[in-house]
């Protein structure tokens, strides 16, 4: 019974390492996301996204494929003065994670400033080219 109990408490020691380890893989990608996204690195951005990566804009309520969304990233034109995301709530769940936070965001978009205030939630999925869990 013993050797059981120390076994269980070994494998949850391991498992809580592992996800604790995935975490911080998942902080370490939305921390270098937002460099990316403040810095209009879009070369960085496109490495961070899946090739089937989704936006669904808060703005207009729209999907934006990857290739939709690069070019908003890279824009100069309409400043993005602000990008903060709020405490995170990481769930690993095996090879996918779900980021629960939210996000404040100023910019200037047509000429206009803008400034935003919300939920935000991030899939993150580990791909066969390795990933970030």
């Not at 405490?87 to 200037?108: C, L, N, Q, W």
């Amino acid at each position: 019974m013993h050797r059981f109990l120390w076994l269980s408490l070994l494998l949850l020691g391991i498992l809580s390492a592992a996800q604790s380890d995935a975490v911080s893989g998942i902080r370490a990608q939305e921390e270098a996301f937002r460099q990316a996204e403040l810095h209009y690195d879009t070369a960085v951005a496109g490495t961070i996204l899946a090739d089937d990566f989704v936006l669904v804009a808060a703005s207009d309520g729209k999907p934006h494929s990857k290739t939709e969304f690069l070019p908003l990233i890279g824009d100069r034109s309409d400043p993005l003065e602000v990008l903060e995301y709020g405490p995170m709530d990481i769930r690993v769940y095996g090879d996918t994670a779900i980021v629960f936070s939210t996000a404040h965001e100023k910019f200037v978009l047509h000429g206009k400033p803008m400034e935003v205030r919300g939920p935000r939630t991030a899939f993150w999925v580990r791909s066969e080219e390795g990933g970030c869990l």
